[in-house]
T-cell receptor
């Protein structure tokens, strides 16, 4: 079945550094990728919708300059957390879909646990 | 605005017992509804989905869900729970248009604990 690979699975870094998370669709072309953030014991909150070759659409309250999203190809989207601080520590999950139709479900990566010291 | 409510934060059942996880949604149009399962530290796996047609949908791992428009509900059920079913379960409604088509709105999740 369709597989989405997310890398790294876990990252620990110092405050002030930038962290890049990759999301790859391994066996299909992902026209759209989504980035979610999940706090402990809470639901997934959509951060942004990323369409290949165009600018990402951010949800209200998500800082565009803080969370840089690039979707340069049909198989790769990246989320860069710039100048990360402890409050950015969270579980980040990406998902990908092949078409705009809900008949094609989203396929989720296994997530990235980000810890900022 | 669309929203999803999962009123039960944590449910505990004995292995072999039946299970029902509740989900209510708010959406102005015909909803696309989903149930996902998440194991600790993992991404989400789709259990089942409802788009149209038969209001009782079958999913993987023996799960089923029933769409009730009059109650705005999409409850997940399983007749006999296995210890491996212990996980977090999320209900979601699909919405969005244009550049955000395909976005999912998730409920807060229900943590399922299974006693042996």
């Amino acid at each position: 079945g369709a597989v989405v690979s997310q890398h790294p699975s876990r990252v620990i870094c110092k405050s002030g550094t930038s962290v890049k998370i990759e999301c790859r669709s391994l066996d299909f072309q992902a026209t759209t990728m989504f980035w979610y953030r999940q706090f402990p014991k809470q639901s997934l909150m959509l951060m942004a919708t990323s369409n290949e070759g165009s600018k990402a659409t951010y949800e209200q309250g998500v800082e565009k300059d803080k969370f840089l999203i690039n979707h340069a190809s049909l198989t790769l989207s990246t989320l860069t957390v710039t100048s990360a601080h402890p409050e950015d520590s969270s579980f980040y999950i990406c998902s990908a879909r092949t078409t705009d139709s809900f008949n094609q479900p989203q396929h989720f990566g296994d997530g990235t646990r980000l810890s900022i010291l | 605005a669309q929203s999803v409510t999962q009123p039960d934060i944590h449910i505990t059942v004995s292995e072999g017992a039946s299970l029902e996880l509740r989900c209510n949604y708010s959406y102005g149009a015909t909803p696309y509804l989903f149930w996902y399962v998440q194991s600790p530290g993992q991404g989400l796996q789709l259990l089942l989905k409802y788009f149209s047609g038969d209001t009782l949908v079958q999913g993987i791992k023996g799960f089923e869900a029933e769409f009730k428009r009059s109650q705005s509900s999409f409850n997940l059920r399983k007749p006999s729970v296995h210890w491996s079913d212990a996980a977090e379960y999320f209900c979601a409604v699909g919405a969005g248009r244009g550049s955000t088509l395909g976005r999912l709105y998730f409920g807060r999740g229900t943590q399922l604990t299974v006693w042996p």
